[in-house]
């Protein structure tokens, strides 16, 4: 029963998703950092490129814990959809690559 019902969830919930996850590893000691991007209230309008339109753009910085100060600096770029077109990083890397 309880597999049935997140199956129809899964199918009647088309929800745009709101949080975008991020998954980053140090450079400096590698340790693994999530964070989320909130499509919702991070992104700012992009209109710098009138190539490609409108679009949305979000810079976060992410920390590790305690031992390292390293700061990885992320930049995505999304499309008027909130669809992500590129990304860069600096001060580490992204983990979903390697996978
Ligand atoms: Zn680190």
Redesign the pocket.
Known sequence: MGFLNKLVRLFTSPAPRKFYPITVK??????IIEGQINTGNDLSIDDDDDASGVGYYCRKVLT?SR??F?QIEVELRFNSNRKLLDRQIVGGSFVDEQE
Do not use: D, K, M
Request: aromatic share 0%; hydrophobic share 0%; charged share 30%.
């Open positions: 140090c450079n400096r000691c590698g340790e590790g031992r390292c390293q």
